[in-house]
T-cell receptor
Framework: DTEVTQTPKHLVMGMTNKKSLKCEQH?????MYWYKQKAKKPPELMFV???????INESVPSRFSPECPNSSLLNLHLHALQPEDSALYLC??????????????FGAGSRLTVL | ELKVEQNPLFLSMQEGKNYTIYCNYS?????LYWYRQDPGKSLESLFV?????AVKQEGRLMASLDTKARLSTLHITAAVHDLSATYFC?????????????FGTGTRLTIIP
């Protein structure tokens, strides 16, 4: 299995809702990432988990709450979002390949619309 | 703050022609990545460049890295329609195992028959 699976593919939510995005990989990768991509823009890093511990938080607002229940799963809990948070949320994972660099494998993304 | 700029932002070229996309970055890094993104899709890894002078080739695409000039190029040879996509370079500003990729602005490539 060489995939990163994200659910749901599409999500529409109101500003008072609580929802979650899910990400799963079974490649044994030890680092997992959340990126946010607005339309026609490059992806921007939000969070990095390394060995199930949060290692990087790029000053993301607290209405986004990541969780890594185990080495294969990564969640992004959403609460009280704003319309400007509408974007494609990409999950990725990576593992050392012995070449001095970890190449990220991205999921297909969850497209979020906040009304 | 690391800045990663690509040019051109938009590129429309005819099939069979050659062209180059440029990626400039503002701080020292010896790990640079190229990704491809089709409309509405995720990112696909193309190349990893790890040292000054590194050159990688796959099919009609060739990428190179000049760390002294802080410049990477993606060269397209004899373009074909299925190369139409947005291409991003990304510079790693983190530590090994905690990659912090900063993506370039992207180059939207359209190949015209």
């Amino acid at each position: 299995d060489t995939e990163v699976t994200q659910t749901p593919k599409h999500l529409v939510m109101g500003m008072t809702n609580k929802k979650s995005l899910k990400c799963e990989q079974h490649m044994g990768h030890r680092a997992m990432y959340w990126y946010k991509q607005k339309a026609k823009k490059p992806p921007e890093l939000m969070f990095v988990y390394s060995y199930e511990k949060l290692s990087i938080n790029e000053s993301v607002p607290s209405r986004f709450s990541p969780e890594c229940p185990n080495s294969s799963l990564l969640n992004l809990h959403l609460h009280a979002l704003q319309p400007e948070d509408s974007a494609l949320y990409l999950c990725a994972s990576s593992q050392e390949r012995g070449s001095g660099a970890n190449v990220l494998t991205f999921g297909a993304g969850s497209r979020l619309t906040v009304l | 703050e690391l800045k990663v700029e690509q040019n051109p932002l938009f590129l429309s070229m005819q099939e069979g022609k050659n062209y180059t996309i440029y990626c400039n970055y503002s701080t020292t890094s010896d790990r640079l990545y190229w990704y491809r993104q089709d409309p509405g899709k995720s990112l696909e890894s193309l190349f990893v460049l790890l040292s000054n002078g590194a050159v990688k080739q796959e099919g009609r695409l060739m990428a190179s890295l000049d760390t002294k000039a802080r410049l990477s190029t993606l060269h397209i040879t004899a373009a074909v329609h299925d190369l139409s996509a947005t291409y991003f370079c990304a510079v790693d500003r983190g530590h090994f195992g905690n990659e912090k990729l900063t993506f370039g602005t992207g180059t939207r490539l359209t190949i015209i028959p």
